[in-house]
């Protein structure tokens, strides 16, 4: 054996003593559910995954894969579909097997949440108290990546974006050292972790506010004939026009629905209302005008169910690749019939493909607008709705078609809904950019473009707490320069 490999060979049983948590290699049982992720075109080969318990875990695990020299990733929920949450030779940090707490105070209506868990927990823990905050509309999502790249769910029209909802968070930095940040403590490392996403260190504990929920909810799920396409789009921009902070729509145009003869897309309207049913109908009046096929009400659906009916639907495993679109208006019906029929065609060619779809999130915006650019990192903060473009396969050898195919209907889209915003002279209302959880090449992207005008100082953040760009695997941020 080399000296080099007995040095790491005495660091690596040096970590396994030192650690309350765990640290498992290839072949060790635990590893093959440390590497594990949402889409299994994110898995990656880690040399070490490390199940920490407490800070010290995480703060010696950073040393350690620093001394060694190798490269670091943080996963909670694993649903990043860029793989941010993996590496191939390093180190995976894996959060989710011990730090996966919520517990709730509810004088100061306050959930402390472990970095590592889902927002299952934290929706459970809240409703023994009547209390909730704003998660993700599937809750085996992981609530650290999620929280730290911006956020948005049911109750986003009432109490804005996840990161808006953020008090205080505990982070362990690229030096190992534990730090609390909020306004008063680490303020600028606070406004960097709330859309900066894990470009500042482990987050082992967040502090989100809590808000009072009814206990039931009002969802129907409206499915279409695609020949009312047309005037389905137009009630959602009736809708658009005067919904209230408590309502929601999420639609699409989806192939594989239960119940309904794959291949053939379906169009679907999911509406949301947090209250009575009788409101919510009369909320939804304009999309039962346009004559719905079937419908599916849950009249009073218990909240903590709300955000588990999509989780079948988007269930671990299997190979995805997802693009989110710049947030814009509605696309005019010309555009998606056009990413449509290139869907038809993908799957004439490749009929072993499970799924393709178009889905799109409309819910009100008005609280998330009333929170100015500059006051958190986050940066997408924009008037129009998010757009998604899905596809699931299982074939590991259809990865680069997939990927193709589906940044090809991305731009159709974006350029159609673009050329129709400006034939309307709508430019200014549609501001807005993808929303960076939603980017498959994070690692790539232009980072001053995922973060705007909030770039400049995010990268002073970043000089301040990571200067050599340790965390990296998300969308990077280049460390300020040293003032001269
Ligand atoms: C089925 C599905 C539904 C979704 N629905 C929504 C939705 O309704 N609303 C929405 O806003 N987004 C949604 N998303 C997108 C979601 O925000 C991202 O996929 C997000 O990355 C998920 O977080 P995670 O913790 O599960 O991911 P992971 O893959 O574990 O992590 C993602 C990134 O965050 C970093 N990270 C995670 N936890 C920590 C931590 N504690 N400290 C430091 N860094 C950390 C990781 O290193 C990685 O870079 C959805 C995604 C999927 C797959």
Redesign the pocket.
Known sequence: MSYSAQQTLASFSKLKETLSGEIVCPGDEGYEYGIA???DS?AKQAAYVVFPKTNEDVSESIKFAREQNLEL?????????SG??STEGGVAIH??KYINYARCDPEKRLLYVG??A?WEVVERVGMEHGLATVA???N???????A??????WLTGRYGM?VDNIVQLTVVLASGEVVTANEKEHPDLFWGCRGG??NF????EFVFKAHPQRPTVFVTYLLYAMEKLESVLHAIGEWEKNAGPDEGVHWGCLRVLPGMKPGTPNLLVIFFYNGEAAEGRKAAKMFYDVGPTAEKAMDELPFVKLNSL?NDA?AHGGR?Y?KGLPNRSTPPIEAIQAVLQAQEELIKSHPSLVHCGIVY?ASPKQAALAVPLEATAYAGRGTGCQGILISFYKDPSLDDVVRSAVRQWAKIMTEMTEAAVNDAGKAAESVGIC?S??DPEASSSDPSTVFGPNYPRLREVKRMYDPENIWN??HPIEPAELPN
């Open positions: 992720r949402w889409s994110c990733a943080v996963c909670c929920g694993g649903h990043s579909f941010s949450s959060l989710g970095g590592g889902t993700g509309s599937v085996h999502t992981g609530v650290g990546g999620l730290l790249g911006g956020g948005y769910g996840t996403g894990g260190g482990v987050v082992t999509q988007d995805k997802i999130d929303y959880n939603l695997k998300w």
